[in-house]
């Protein structure tokens, strides 16, 4: 029994099923987050949360207490929404304390309240203003006060940030996260953004195509991806997969991989259970950082492999460099430190981390499991 | 958008500007003319019009064709001038605008954020009602009203209008609100707010201007129905229209130009006062969700 409980729910349109059997159990305090691509059913999961939209079969409960059916007021739930959906008639003040109105709370106790709100997210300045005079992250803090003036169970975000210009948007993450830490209230917040997703979640769902296809942390879900799906929308650039086959050698199974110059290569991978392939093909996943020059690798790691292989492109980003190169007739990113002495066209040395490699099955897409 | 239409009027140049509003000023006047003729007229002598005077001005200036036209002209068999057919209209006008817009501004605020199953064809239905003519509701309308009991008042004129004027309501309300954030709606109801706590206190204040564009066109439209008014209202309850007419229309005596001028200003001032206090709001409702910001 969580906090919040998403049990076995699924969303239909008539015949159409957008949402299979989702079931998410979410704990007091924790930070969840709905990550994946537009039309994933993410928002609609928030939605159904929030009681916008109907359940169509399956329970959601919060606090042990059945929400199917119940009125989104009745809830307990605070929601900021994309478009921070202020109303624009109200000032700053009617704004946020209109909920507290709705709900029949005396005058005094809106104003106290109105008070400590403000104070929190230093908008006591803002309060005489109407919506219209205010700038983005002006806005953005508006709508979060009057999400948090309630004091709610659960706090839910549909994509709050994606108007925001790109540094607000980095500044009023970080400014989420502090306030998550201080109030400790649960939420979940959808997002698009897998770096959103990683900073601020204790938690992820990624979802894509109605299912969610992983839970965990985020750390679970960028070293242990359950799928190709997961591995390649979560982390930027993309974790590289690269078509080889296995081949057992003195009892280690081998990633033989085709290098830029058509030469086979073997890399040896440190899961034991990949014998069971020995001959087959796999998709093996590496992330652009486990593929770098030699200085920069990890030093913790026990299974650095040394490769060569042609560079094709460079691109210095100041922290890091990116190298693309062909390998396994893919394109594929490797993340160099920023100083690294490497040159478009050149053979180089680049350093594997195959202890932070990830194999899957080909046909379903799925991590092969050690 | 300012900026960029001083950048078009510079680019014309002198001359060109000159042009332009000097065509301006000629159908300016061109329009103006017979309200000048009528007004003219209005402050003479009938003598002066009868002598064959027409566009010149008054050379005795009088308010006595204003005051005739007001409350003794013969008006069919009495004289009782305008006035209590002006309250007629304004009793007709006022309750059917209020009644239409309210109707309207629900509907648009039902089809837009509450979509029930087959609300699109609701709409269209509504729709449909303003391109109905006229003279095809006659008899079935009088037949109602007979029912209804209220035929030859001003509470039957009321209804007719009303009927025609929702349609138009609507389709004004539903075009405003269907670019009104619908998020706005679902924070409310997270906030508690209830039906009409939502119409009232978040979507009303913003529809300022859709309301004037909609009080315009219905106030117009009702208050010069002539059709209506004299099909189903005829005698006491005759709306200022249908009295003008049978004041200008009277067979008996001399046709008295003077007070028939000022009897059509008088018939027409109501709906002139409405452009020139609201007007400017005019536009800019007709405009409103055509355009961003």
Redesign the interface.
Known sequence: MGFLDIDNTTKSYGAVEVLHKVDISVVEGEFLVLVGPSGCGKSTLLNMI???EEITSGEIRIKDRVMNGV????RN???V???Y?L???MSVAQNIT??LE??GTPKAERDKALKEVAALLQIDHLLDRKPGQLSGGQRQRVAMG?ALV?NPDVFLFDEPLSNLDAKLRVDMRTEIKKLHQTLKTTVVYVTHDQIEAMTLSTRIAVMFDGYVQQLGTPKEIYDTPENVFVATFMGSPAMNVIPVRVAVEGGVPQAIITDSEGQEVSLAIPQPNLAAWDGRNILLGIRPEALTDPKGADTDSRHIVAMHNRVGVTEPAGADTFVTMTLGGKDVIARMRADAHVAAGEMFEFAVNMEKAVAFDPKTEARIKP | MAIATQDNAASVGRIGRTFVYLVLLLFALFYLIPFAIMLINSVKPLGEITGGNMIALPQDWTIAPWLSAWSTAQIGVEPTGLKPYFWNSIRMVVPAVVICTIIGALNGYILTKWRFRGDTIVFGLMLFSCFIPFQIVLIPMARVLGILGISGTSAGLVLVHVVYGIGFATLYYRNYYAAFPTELVRAAQIDGAGFFQIFYRILLPSSGPITVVCVIWLFTNIWNDFLFGASFASGDAAPMTVALNNLVNSSTGVREYNVHFAGAILAALPTLLVYIVAGRFFVRGLMAGSVKG
């Open positions: 929030a009681g916008l009125h989104p007021s009745k739930i605070a929601m929404f994309q478009s959906a109303y624009p008639n209109f909920g709705m709900h009057r309630r």
